[in-house]
């Protein structure tokens, strides 16, 4: 075969580019295990209830606290975790939405949904599906449906009758399928301390025996990963999407005194209140939510203070009030349910809210032993998520830095 000049020296370029080239990193090969306990306050770590979290904590590293996104609700705060994305900018900005084009969403029928109200960003699972890493999902908000084309490899619909037990279980026969099957990236799910610490309030015996359960449950996860040989290999990242704070019947401001309801359409009240006034109605209902009030503040979507990251995304209503701290902004026939909860505790709130602080515990052998970092923002964890599944990350609103601080 006759080569020409110009032939062979390409082919030589080509060649010695390949040698000069760093060999393509090989991907990491740990399991990572990203566990929520949802509502778990940052503090309820120094309760002295939860001793196989604690422990993991001084083996590995801790954050003094984590700051949610606002709202701090359950699923933007879930979406953000495996996003990396503040909820404005994901699209999942309530647990309850109204879309101009695909009517409303609540988070209780989710998995019935279409994917397009998640399609705004594209979750961890995906993008490691698409780049060769499997995952199996123990539950997580936007786990059970399909998201551009993508699903976690396992997943099961939201199901609050499986126990902590059965869920561990469930990641175990994950860890133990054949590696040509086995998942690397898995969630697990926990929402008991977030219901207990509702029903009865953050410092009542049910949230505390709630905090013991699910302790107990990451202690045997532990034990079971041991008897595999497989703890000394696993990353496992423990955070919460929110905190906890106390309500009572006696720090409601009563929504009906400030507008006429008839003259809005109401998308969501309480903690968070978002509302939409009915045409000819916007100067009425502005004037009076905007002017200033105890214990709640308004705001038009635009003009929302710019270190909430909230109010350009088309699902946010053009009114948005956030009560004080304890406080929530409802109305009369709400409060006369006769399933209304009177007390408990309620999360929502602005997420510089030390009540709002959420739980970020990390150990594994990619981590630091025993160092505790300052406060920082969730939109964080999706960048570490990717680095420790050797996964290039969609791009996002999170700080690499936080990352860099935590892994050896
Ligand atoms: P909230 O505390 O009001 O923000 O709502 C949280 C509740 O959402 C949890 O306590 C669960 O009962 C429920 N939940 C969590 N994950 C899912 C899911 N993937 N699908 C449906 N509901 C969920
Ligand atoms: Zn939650
Ligand atoms: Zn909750």
Redesign the pocket.
């Given at each position: 075969m006759k080569i020409s000049f110009r032939a062979a020296l390409a082919l030589l370029v080509i060649f010695l580019a390949a040698c000069a080239a760093p060999a393509p990193k090989s991907k990491p090969d740990s399991p990572l295990i990203l566990i929520s306990i949802?509502?778990f306050r940052a503090d309820y770590l120094d309760r002295g209830l939860t001793p196989n979290l604690s422990a993991l904590a001084a083996d590995g590293v801790r954050a003094e606290a984590m700051r949610p996104a606002f709202p701090s609700?359950?699923?933007p705060n879930?979406y953000t975790l495996v996003t990396g994305l503040y909820p404005d900018h994901h699209g999942i900005v309530n647990?309850t939405m109204v879309d101009p084009v695909l009517g409303k969403f609540s988070?209780?029928?989710?998995?019935e949904l279409s994917g397009r109200w998640w399609d705004g960003a594209e979750p961890l699972w995906v993008t490691a599906g698409r780049q060769g890493v499997r995952s199996g999902t123990m539950?997580?908000?936007?786990?059970?449906v399909e998201i551009r084309g993508g699903r976690p490899d396992y997943f099961l619909?939201?199901n609050?009758k499986m126990t902590p037990e059965q869920r561990v279980e469930q990641v175990l026969g994950w860890l133990d399928l054949p590696a040509d099957r086995r998942p690397r990236f898995l969630t697990l799910?926990f929402?008991q301390v977030?219901?207990e610490s509702?029903d009865h309030g953050p410092n009542s015996p049910e949230a505390d025996a709630a905090l013991r359960t699910i302790d107990s449950t990451i202690g045997r996860l532990v034990d079971e990963l041991k008897k595999r040989n497989l703890y000394a290999k696993t990353n496992m990242v423990i955070v919460s999407?929110?905190g906890m704070t106390a309500v009572s019947d006696q720090r409601n401001v009563l929504l009906d005194r400030l507008i006429d309801l008839t003259h809005v359409d109401l998308v969501t009240a309480g903690v968070l209140t978002g509302l939409n006034p009915k045409p000819g109605y916007e100067d009425e209902v502005e004037k009076a939510l905007l002017a200033a009030h105890d214990h709640v503040q308004c705001w038009r979507k635009g003009e929302i203070p710019a270190r909430l990251h909230y109010g350009t995304n088309p699902r946010i209503p053009a009114i948005v009030c956030a009560a004080e701290d304890g406080w929530q902004l409802q109305t009369q026939s709400f409060l006369d349910r006769p399933n209304a909860r009177h007390g408990g505790g309620e999360?929502?709130y602005d997420n510089a809210d030390p009540n709002m602080r959420a739980l970020f515990v990390a150990h594994g052998p990619a981590f630091k032993h025993g160092l505790v970092v300052a406060e920082f923002d969730n939109v964080d964890v999706y960048p570490l998520l990717a680095q420790l599944l050797g996964v290039r990350p969609e791009p996002n609103d999170g700080n690499a830095a936080t990352a860099r601080e935590m892994l050896r």
């Amino acid at each position: 075969m006759k080569i020409s000049f110009r032939a062979a020296l390409a082919l030589l370029v080509i060649f010695l580019a390949a040698c000069a080239a760093p060999a393509p990193k090989s991907k990491p090969d740990s399991p990572l295990i990203l566990i929520s306990i949802d509502g778990f306050r940052a503090d309820y770590l120094d309760r002295g209830l939860t001793p196989n979290l604690s422990a993991l904590a001084a083996d590995g590293v801790r954050a003094e606290a984590m700051r949610p996104a606002f709202p701090s609700l359950t699923f933007p705060n879930h979406y953000t975790l495996v996003t990396g994305l503040y909820p404005d900018h994901h699209g999942i900005v309530n647990n309850t939405m109204v879309d101009p084009v695909l009517g409303k969403f609540s988070y209780k029928k989710s998995a019935e949904l279409s994917g397009r109200w998640w399609d705004g960003a594209e979750p961890l699972w995906v993008t490691a599906g698409r780049q060769g890493v499997r995952s199996g999902t123990m539950f997580w908000p936007g786990s059970d449906v399909e998201i551009r084309g993508g699903r976690p490899d396992y997943f099961l619909p939201f199901n609050g009758k499986m126990t902590p037990e059965q869920r561990v279980e469930q990641v175990l026969g994950w860890l133990d399928l054949p590696a040509d099957r086995r998942p690397r990236f898995l969630t697990l799910y926990f929402e008991q301390v977030d219901h207990e610490s509702h029903d009865h309030g953050p410092n009542s015996p049910e949230a505390d025996a709630a905090l013991r359960t699910i302790d107990s449950t990451i202690g045997r996860l532990v034990d079971e990963l041991k008897k595999r040989n497989l703890y000394a290999k696993t990353n496992m990242v423990i955070v919460s999407d929110h905190g906890m704070t106390a309500v009572s019947d006696q720090r409601n401001v009563l929504l009906d005194r400030l507008i006429d309801l008839t003259h809005v359409d109401l998308v969501t009240a309480g903690v968070l209140t978002g509302l939409n006034p009915k045409p000819g109605y916007e100067d009425e209902v502005e004037k009076a939510l905007l002017a200033a009030h105890d214990h709640v503040q308004c705001w038009r979507k635009g003009e929302i203070p710019a270190r909430l990251h909230y109010g350009t995304n088309p699902r946010i209503p053009a009114i948005v009030c956030a009560a004080e701290d304890g406080w929530q902004l409802q109305t009369q026939s709400f409060l006369d349910r006769p399933n209304a909860r009177h007390g408990g505790g309620e999360h929502g709130y602005d997420n510089a809210d030390p009540n709002m602080r959420a739980l970020f515990v990390a150990h594994g052998p990619a981590f630091k032993h025993g160092l505790v970092v300052a406060e920082f923002d969730n939109v964080d964890v999706y960048p570490l998520l990717a680095q420790l599944l050797g996964v290039r990350p969609e791009p996002n609103d999170g700080n690499a830095a936080t990352a860099r601080e935590m892994l050896r």
